[in-house]
């Protein structure tokens, strides 16, 4: 029951994105009206950080970081993406040069904390400024791991992922739309949609998913209202369309550059050409143009200058080989909203696959370092899971408290058997859907 992503797509997305970024980098933060009078039309060195012709930059990185994860790890294990984060700011690793450039102030911050010991869902800031274009800019690699799974219309526990990815940088509601948009409308481009049908198609499942889940989502909705009407969006005069490295004028100059043109080698030219940051909107209008048009669609010129071409053949290469073979069970269970899964294990303790499904997005929590003690003894634990203090615990303290029960059981040894009797895990479980509860009201 698993879709198939076309190769050629799959290849145009990544390559789609790496050759915008790198047509964008000479000229970052250059303003429009200057490239009005000596546009961007093919690959150029130096400029702005004074790389080679063809060198892409942070985009692109962490791009690569992001598809190599969800190529050789487990699902969940953000840890391990966090880790190539930190190599590439810290030796350069998934760069074209051996030097890390180009790198976000928020994206930044977000890897220090993981550095100095933050949990990876609670690294991304979560303020109002926190709304670069960070995390949107390196999601691309979800559109046909989710599109497999799960084809174009995505359930809440593949929008939870495309959240929980964000978050790793950026965890404002805000970013975490608009990567949900980018990924709803992307899945629609790779099942050969046309780009008009696809933002109409994917800006109304997001609407549908966004407008019936919590308060801060509802109310950072309305934020992307310009894309509602994709016409009168395509319609809009250039001047109308701001290229910042704020999110939502990314996102929305990328969807209007492939709204506006008709190939992937005018879209991106466009992109590049709106000026300011160039590489990070031309990445992304590149990763949809790409989806739309095909990895063959690409000037070749521009591909026989790209840095590590071949390395990035392989990785995609190897990402592809991984798309095949999903378990309908994979699915049927990473589909399920965490509430449903929370509401899942409660009715049947002994439901493990519900229960592996939990450890399997948040079992890499790192709870021993949260607790404050490499180990929590029963007592502790026991004392922790007191009706009063449960009742005034978070939901990322519920997810490590629950996390933490389960490791208690990890022998087998009927701990978790003792504690469900004594209604102990109920109780975590149950707080989680009053938040829950609390966040929609
Ligand atoms: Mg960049």
């Avoid at 359930?155 to 404002?172: N, Q, S």
């Avoid at 109304?204 to 310009?226: G, L, P």
């Avoid at 615990?393 to 009797?421: I, P, S």
Wanted: with cysteine; proline share 3%; charged share 25%.
């Amino acid at each position: 029951m698993t879709y198939q992503a076309d190769p050629k797509r799959v290849k145009g997305l990544i390559f789609g994105h790496a050759v915008g970024d790198a047509l964008g980098v000479p000229v970052e933060f250059v303003g429009r009206g200057e490239l009005k009078s000596n546009p961007v039309t093919g690959m150029r060195g130096h400029g702005t950080y004074d790389m080679p012709a063809g060198a892409w930059s942070d985009d692109t990185s962490m791009t690569l970081c992001l598809l190599e994860a969800l190529t050789r790890d487990r699902r969940g294990d953000y840890r391990g993406l966090m880790e190539r984060f930190l190599r590439w700011k810290n030796e350069g690793a998934y760069t074209p040069t051996g030097v890390t450039f180009d790198m976000g102030g928020a994206t930044r911050r977000a890897i220090s904390r993981f550095e100095y010991g933050t949990d990876p869902l609670l690294c991304g800031g979560d303020r109002e400024t926190d709304n670069g274009n960070g995390a949107l800019m390196r999601i691309a690699p979800l559109v046909p791991y989710l599109f497999v799974r799960f084809g174009s219309h995505l359930p809440a526990g593949a929008m939870e992922f495309v959240h929980d990815i964000a978050a790793l940088t950026h965890r404002h509601p805000r970013s975490l739309i608009a990567c949900g948009i980018y990924v709803c409308i992307a899945v629609q481009l790779l099942r050969g949609r046309s780009p008009r049908k696809s933002v109409w198609l994917g800006y109304r499942h997001a609407r549908e998913y966004y407008q019936s889940a919590n308060e801060s989502f509802r109310k950072e909705w309305k934020i992307y209202d310009r894309l509602r009407d994709n016409d009168a969006f395509a319609a809009l005069p250039e001047r109308e369309i701001r290229s910042s490295g704020y999110v939502v004028d990314t996102l929305e100059a990328a969807l209007w550059c492939l709204l506006t043109t008709t190939d992937y080698e005018s879209c991106v030219k466009r992109a590049v050409n709106l000026g300011e940051d160039t590489d990070t909107v031309a990445a992304i209008a590149g990763s949809l143009a790409g989806l739309t048009y095909g990895f063959d669609a690409i000037p070749e010129d521009w591909l026989k200058v790209l840095l590590k071409r071949e390395e990035l053949m392989q990785a995609v290469e190897a990402f592809l080989g991984t798309l095949v073979d999903v378990s309908e069970e994979e699915v049927l269970l990473m589909g399920m909203g965490k509430e449903d899964l929370v509401r899942g294990i409660l009715s049947d303790p002994h439901s493990w696959g519900f229960i592996e499904e939990w450890q399997g997005r948040y079992g890499v929590t790192n709870y021993s370092d949260y607790w404050g003690k490499s180990s929590l003894s029963a007592d502790d634990l026991t004392e922790r899971l007191r009706e009063d203090r449960v009742s005034r615990y978070d939901e990322f303290q519920c997810q490590v408290l629950f996390t933490t029960l389960l490791r208690e059981d990890h022998w087998n040894n009927g701990a978790w058997e003792k504690r469900w009797e004594k209604g102990e895990p109920q109780r975590v479980l149950r707080r989680m859907l009053a938040i829950w509860g609390e966040y929609v009201k």
